[in-house]
């Protein structure tokens, strides 16, 4: 999810994000899941992997299991969720994994968005030394952050209308996400204390986590305290209906069975709030990885996920117009930088990166973040 100029293009970047060791974890797992299952044997634990791309926050241990259950044998290939350890200098502050369990158990009895099979909640620190729940492996394929899609692979590879029929399947998941009646009610572990509004919180939150992620650290990022100004001098007059909004709303979180959308993955920003706090980020992410493909002088893939696109199939399957879009793009790119800053600081942390001259240059969009704060990003 990283690059520079001085990185070729199309090389994965190496990023610790545990340093959990996966054998040891494996035999934890062996002995949790013959526990859980009442099993005289235990079972047997094999293709034991961490994902090669994205998870850069929470870990995941993939896994595939074989047992025996009233004498038939039993198979399955799970997802072990869970949450990095202290050591690994977390990119958040607080990992809720009973949380996002039972905010993806509710999501799939709400509505149609797509998620994968929940098996089981541990939600105190057992056998893998922190809450984790497991889910079911979803076989399809991601579009890659490391290295970006944008420089290979095959979405890039594919046909214009296969990218569209992508492009239309994944603003529909938004929408009909969107779609869930009274998200307060649904939802109500996401609902903003003392009153406030959810926006209000959701900014207010993003100050503390940069205050945590950075700031306390002696880490000040002036381009983040500009754009934190911004936000406030431009604050929409009406935000609308709140919605459940998925947060990490990117292709990066979806897996494909070829171009149709299979499952929804990493709920851990979701929260409630106007609706463009999502379609923003979706656009955003987009183009994060298309001004680094420029960057290289690489074309990418500048006809997909356009700003007046995703906002035109988002209206037509929403029955909503978005609004105050400039003000929430802003927003995405001012979040952006926060959780790349705290990444990178990690990134220096385990000696994977430089330490930067300029303190903007945590950000390494901060050139889009720039333009979007003086109104000069062209967006089509």
Not at 191 to 200: D, F, H, I, K, Y
């Given at each position: 999810?990283?690059?520079?100029?001085?990185?070729?293009?199309?090389?994965?970047?190496?990023?610790?994000?545990?340093?959990?060791?996966?054998?040891?974890?494996?035999?934890?797992?062996?002995?949790?899941?013959?526990?859980?299952?009442?099993?005289?044997?235990?079972?047997?634990i094999?293709?034991?992997?961490?994902?090669?791309?994205?998870?850069?926050?929470?870990?995941?241990?993939?896994?595939?299991?074989?047992?025996?259950?009233?004498?038939?044998?039993?198979?399955?290939?799970?997802?072990?969720?869970?949450?990095?350890?202290?050591?690994?200098?977390?990119?958040?502050?607080?990992?809720?994994?009973?949380?996002?369990?039972?905010?993806i158990?509710?999501?799939?009895?709400?509505?149609?968005?797509?998620?994968?099979?929940?098996?089981?909640?541990?939600?105190?620190?057992?056998?893998?030394?922190?809450?984790?729940?497991?889910?079911?492996?979803?076989?399809?394929?991601?579009?890659?952050?490391?290295?970006?899609?944008?420089?290979?692979?095959?979405?890039?590879?594919?046909?214009?209308?296969?990218?569209?029929?992508?492009?239309?399947?994944?603003?529909?998941?938004l929408?009909?996400?969107?779609?869930?009646?009274?998200?307060?009610?649904?939802?109500?572990?996401?609902?903003?204390?003392?009153?406030?509004?959810?926006?209000?919180?959701?900014?207010?939150?993003q100050?503390?986590?940069?205050?945590?992620?950075?700031?306390?650290?002696?880490?000040?990022?002036?381009?983040?305290?500009?754009?934190?100004?911004?936000?406030?001098?431009?604050?929409?007059?009406?935000?609308?209906?709140?919605?459940?909004?998925?947060?990490?709303?990117?292709?990066?979180?979806?897996?494909?069975d070829?171009?149709?959308?299979?499952?929804?993955?990493?709920?851990?920003?979701?929260?409630?709030?106007?609706?463009?706090?999502?379609?923003?980020?979706?656009?955003?992410?987009?183009?994060?990885?298309?001004?680094?493909?420029?960057?290289?002088?690489?074309?990418?893939?500048?006809?997909?996920?356009?700003?007046s696109?995703?906002?035109?199939?988002?209206?037509?399957?929403?029955?909503?117009?978005?609004?105050?879009?400039d003000?929430?793009?802003?927003?995405?790119?001012?979040?952006?930088?926060?959780?790349?800053?705290?990444?990178?600081?990690?990134?220096?942390?385990?000696?994977?990166?430089?330490?930067?001259?300029?303190?903007?240059?945590?950000?390494?969009?901060?050139?889009?973040?720039?333009?979007?704060?003086?109104?000069?990003?062209?967006?089509?």
């Amino acid at each position: 999810m990283t690059a520079s100029a001085d990185r070729p293009p199309g090389e994965r970047v190496i990023m610790t994000v545990s340093q959990r060791d996966p054998a040891a974890l494996a035999a934890a797992v062996s002995g949790w899941l013959a526990a859980r299952l009442g099993l005289v044997d235990p079972p047997r634990i094999s293709g034991v992997r961490t994902p090669e791309s994205g998870g850069l926050s929470s870990t995941s241990l993939l896994f595939e299991a074989d047992w025996t259950a009233d004498g038939a044998p039993q198979r399955g290939a799970f997802v072990a969720r869970m949450a990095p350890e202290a050591s690994a200098v977390p990119v958040f502050p607080r990992y809720d994994l009973p949380g996002q369990f039972d905010l993806i158990e509710r999501v799939s009895a709400r509505c149609a968005v797509p998620v994968p099979r929940l098996r089981w909640n541990e939600p105190d620190n057992g056998p893998l030394g922190t809450a984790f729940f497991v889910m079911d492996q979803v076989a399809g394929r991601v579009p890659l952050d490391n290295p970006p899609y944008v420089f290979g692979g095959w979405l890039l590879d594919a046909q214009p209308h296969e990218r569209d029929r992508l492009e239309r399947d994944s603003v529909r998941v938004l929408a009909d996400l969107h779609a869930i009646g009274e998200p307060a009610d649904a939802f109500p572990a996401l609902v903003p204390p003392g009153g406030l509004s959810a926006l209000r919180w959701h900014v207010d939150q993003q100050y503390a986590y940069y205050k945590w992620a950075l700031l306390d650290d002696g880490y000040q990022i002036p381009i983040i305290e500009r754009s934190l100004r911004w936000l406030e001098e431009h604050w929409p007059a009406d935000t609308g209906p709140d919605v459940l909004c998925w947060g990490d709303a990117r292709i990066g979180n979806i897996i494909y069975d070829g171009f149709a959308p299979v499952a929804v993955l990493d709920w851990e920003m979701a929260a409630l709030g106007p609706r463009e706090l999502d379609v923003s980020w979706f656009i955003f992410l987009h183009r994060f990885f298309q001004d680094i493909a420029e960057v290289f002088e690489l074309p990418g893939l500048p006809d997909f996920l356009r700003r007046s696109q995703v906002e035109r199939l988002y209206a037509a399957y929403s029955g909503r117009e978005l609004r105050h879009m400039d003000f929430y793009l802003v927003y995405a790119a001012l979040r952006h930088a926060i959780v790349m800053a705290r990444i990178r600081r990690r990134m220096i942390y385990f000696g994977e990166e430089q330490v930067p001259d300029d303190p903007d240059d945590y950000v390494m969009h901060r050139a889009s973040l720039d333009r979007l704060l003086a109104g000069t990003y062209r967006w089509d």
